[in-house]
Every structure is written in C-alpha cells, then in structure tokens.
C-alpha cells in the first residue's frame, strides 16, 4: 500500500543536469530519513545522498558540491538535484524513505522505490 515512486531519470550529456524526484504514498503520518542509493553495472549499491526529518544532509565524497537533497514534506516527496553530471555517475538511482505509517497499527517502515535509470554520455 505505500509506494515510493521515482521519476526524472533520463540521458544526459557530460556536465548536464537531472532532478530525480520520489514521492511517497499511502498512509504516512511522517517521514524521517529519506535516502538517495545508485547501482551501477557490476558494482555494488552505493549510498549517494541522505537527508533528515530535520533538514541535515549528507554526501558521498564522488558527488560532493555537484548533487543537492532536498525534500517537500507538504508533497511526501525527496528530490536530487544533479548538476555537472560524468559518464561515471551512470546508474540505476532508488530512493529510500523511513516512514511513520498508522494503518493497520502505527510504525516505522522502510521503504524502496523501484529505480530510475541514468545515464551520462556523449
């Protein structure tokens, strides 16, 4: 009953820019951490960006000064903004979203959005 869904992913040329969006669903009294992963081929899944219920980010070093966070609470929704985009930030990209749910009972959940591809060449 609760999705994630993502959008915004597409192809890009060297030092272009994407915003990734996810937006939540369901039954959700709050959102707490949301999270930014990517996968690329062949290599593990990698956290790229977090964000708090309170605002505070954090960043892998690779997109450091070159990806933003940010959230819309009003909207469920947690975007990344991707500028100076190279060939090596090639992805599957999934948000995560640790959410405050009150049906059947109140608690924590965690969860994934399905991924939205990226690709960076020329």
């Known amino acids: 009953q609760v999705q994630l869904v993502e959008s915004g992913g597409g192809l890009v040329h060297p030092g272009g820019s994407l915003r990734l969006s996810c937006a939540a669903s369901?039954?959700?009294?709050?959102?707490?951490?949301m999270y930014w992963y990517r996968q690329a081929p062949g290599k593990q899944r990698e956290l790229v960006a977090a964000?708090?219920?309170?605002?505070?980010?954090n960043y892998a070093d690779s997109v450091k000064g070159r990806f933003t966070i940010s959230r819309d609470d009003a909207k469920n929704t947690v975007y990344l903004q991707m500028n100076s985009l190279k060939p090596e930030d090639t992805a599957v990209y999934y948000c995560?979203?640790?959410?405050?749910?009150?049906?059947?009972?109140?608690?924590?959940?965690?969860?994934w959005g399905q991924g939205t591809q990226v690709t960076v060449s020329s």
């Open positions: 995560k979203a640790e959410l405050e749910l009150d049906s059947p009972f109140r608690r924590i959940d965690t969860t």
């Open positions: 369901g039954s959700i009294l709050s959102i707490y951490t």
């Open positions: 964000i708090t219920r309170g605002g505070s980010t």
